[in-house]
């Protein structure tokens, strides 16, 4: 196993070090993906370019599948992300486009029934009628079964967009944003 010291990175030739390491740590077979769980971002940033085989790097570093991402500039989201940086001195975050979506969702649902009635709005969300622009090139919703929005996830770089999930060919009798997160038959969650 590797013990990562975190000087080696920083000290004289330091870099030398970790072209040896690494490699000799990641030389552990045939993998698809090296996944790095990092929190405290001590040695993560390293592997990427140095593992033993050619692999990409994904997790607390390199590619990362996310609600959100600031390297988003497609379908209207830099309009979003200038708004939002304009408004709050720094880019969105994942959990400041969740909280978005959830006031935007009531907030539509309210406007487009003409009400401000609790349990009509909470019907609505769930219903097929519901659909909501989120600057992800498809209308999201909410899964009737257990409440979930239904909503791309992005493979994103530190620094580009990557990929937009559901991949195409994967069919569902619903919609295509099915085929992620847990489905009405498997569900133990109901609402």
């Given amino acids: 196993p590797w013990t990562f010291r975190p000087a080696n990175g920083r000290a004289d030739t330091g870099h030398v070090t970790l072209q040896t390491e690494i490699p000799a740590a990641t030389q552990v077979g045939d993998y698809d ?24 790097v994904a997790g607390t ?18 309009q979003l992300q200038e708004r939002f940086h304009k408004q709050a001195g720094r880019w969105m ?11 935007r969702s009531v907030g539509e649902a309210a406007t487009r029934l003409h009400s401000l009635d609790p349990t009509a709005i909470a019907k609505y ?19 009737p079964w257990d409440g979930q929005m239904r909503q791309p996830i992005l493979i994103a770089g530190p620094r580009l ?20 997160g847990i489905d009405l038959e498997e569900s133990t969650c109901k609402f």
């Fill in 161 to 180: 967009l990557v990929s937009s999930s559901p991949q195409p060919g994967f069919l569902h009798q619903r919609t295509p944003l099915d085929t992620l």
């Fill in 125 to 143: 969300l769930r219903s097929d009628d519901f659909l909501l622009a989120g600057f992800k090139g498809q209308g999201l919703s909410f899964r």
């Fill in 93 to 103: 975050l994942p959990s400041d486009y969740a909280a978005w979506l959830a006031v």
């Fill in 61 to 78: 570093q390199g590619l990362v599948a996310t609600g959100w991402s600031a390297v988003d500039e497609e379908w209207g989201a830099t």
């Fill in 33 to 56: 993906v090296l996944v790095v769980a990092d929190e405290a971002d001590e040695f993560g940033a390293y592997l990427e370019g140095r593992t033993a085989l050619p692999r990409t």
